[in-house]
């Protein structure tokens, strides 16, 4: 089990997204928002309650190399994935 300390270096180094909170008909919007905003070398931590498919192919389209998503946790109903922002190229 992770420390208090380890969670807090978890947080510090992630921009924490919590999709679950925010309406669906917003959702999408938030998630190409939070990721502009974004500078090169950040991580956004997404945590969703179902793997996003059609979301990462539209990041994939949108961003191509230039924002790579790497799964931290896909268990069912438990989803976290980290977007890491690379730089232009």
């Not at 931590?45 to 192919?57: E, G, I, M, S």
């Not at 931290?72 to 989803?79: E, L, Q, S, Y």
């Amino acid at each position: 089990m992770p420390t208090l300390k380890a969670i807090g270096t978890i947080f510090a180094q992630h921009h924490v997204f919590d999709a679950r909170g925010i309406a669906k008909r917003f959702r999408h919007a938030a998630i190409f928002g939070a990721l502009d905003a974004l500078e090169p070398g950040e991580v956004m931590r997404f945590v969703n309650d179902h793997d996003p498919l059609p979301l990462l192919a539209q990041i994939e389209r949108h961003y191509g190399p230039r924002v790579d998503a790497g799964y931290v946790t896909r268990d069912p109903g438990n989803i976290v994935i980290d977007f890491t922002v690379r730089a232009a190229g």
